[in-house]
């Protein structure tokens, strides 16, 4: 029976002790899941193909308080290549006996053709010359295939930090897919690639869900709307933080909150999912109420 003082919200959101990864941790949404967890006691793995960005993205945020987690970078690795999956397993195996958390972050957003002809001639021609199958096929192995790879490499790891609790095992670790709202929306917003391989995340992340239940590992996504990132900003600071405007996302004329999303918002999502050990399965849209003025796909 909890009592009020459980309550507390440094209590409920508390992720001291556990061990997390998070791949694409050093820009955008990766980076703000991992101050998130680092700022509430975790230590913080975070990968991605650039040493130089998760370096820098370390040194500068770094927790500040005494009794804090960290952010540690670790790599390079690119999630696209089982080997180097492998590698960064057994690397963090000599460090850490498991992990609690893992965060699926890393993608990329793909070829952009906009159908805007009503012609089928000049609408053939749009999509046919400025996409290409590779980019396709890229698009997918990064935002789909990678998503499962990483996954399946982390689950001794994972399932390692499930600790007994009475007769029955404890949900003590879990995994964050980072999907988007893009998945969820008939709109193609030019990007069918991108979209069409979120929605196919949005799918693996409950299929992971149930088949990796009998693990006790949980599974869950976030998907995202607009937030400052390198895939929204096009560019990164010195801090590796990028800007997005209020007034860039007003001109889009679909989002009620007239904003993109704070860092604080993505980064209270990845806390609440960490811990509520009896979300499993979920996707939690959190993009200012997109999705209440376009065109669901389902």
């Known amino acids: 029976m909890a009592a009020t003082h459980h309550f507390n919200a440094s209590k409920l959101l508390d992720v001291s002790g556990f061990v997390c990864v998070v791949t694409g941790g050093g820009t955008g949404i990766g980076l703000m899941c991992s101050q998130a967890l680092a700022a509430n006691g975790a230590k913080v793995y975070i990968t991605g193909r650039r040493t130089e960005a998760l370096e820098q993205a370390a040194k500068s945020h770094h927790p500040e308080h005494d009794g804090s987690g960290s952010i540690i970078p670790i ?30 972050n890393a993608g990329i957003p793909g070829p952009k053709a906009e159908p805007e002809h009503d012609d ?41 930090a499930i600790e007994p609790q009475g007769p029955l095992p404890k949900f003590g670790a879990s995994v964050i897919t980072i999907s988007s709202m893009s998945g969820q929306m008939k709109h193609a917003q030019g990007h069918f690639a991108y979209n069409t391989a979120k929605a196919a995340t949005v799918h693996l992340t409950k299929l992971m869900s149930s088949e990796f239940q009998r693990t006790w590992i949980r599974v869950n996504s976030i998907a995202p709307g607009y937030f400052p990132s390198e895939m929204t900003a096009k560019s990164s600071d010195e801090n590796q933080k990028s800007e997005l405007p209020a007034e860039k996302v007003q001109e889009k004329g679909h989002v009620p909150a007239m904003r993109g999303g704070r860092e604080e918002e993505m980064g209270l999502t990845a806390l609440y999912l960490a811990k509520n050990e009896y979300v499993n399965g979920q996707i939690i849209t959190v993009d200012g109420g997109v999705m209440n003025v376009i065109a669901g796909a389902a």
């Open 120 to 160: 089928a001639n000049d609408l053939k021609k749009k999509l046919w010359d400025n996409e290409s199958v590779e980019d396709w096929n890229s698009t997918y192995n990064t935002d789909v295939t990678a998503v499962y790879f990483t996954t399946v490499a982390f689950l001794p790891l994972l399932q390692a």
């Open 75 to 104: 790599g390079p690795t690119d999630v696209t290549k089982k080997e180097d999956l492998e590698a960064l397993v057994k690397d963090l195996q000599t460090k850490e006996k498991y992990i609690n958390l893992l965060i699926c």
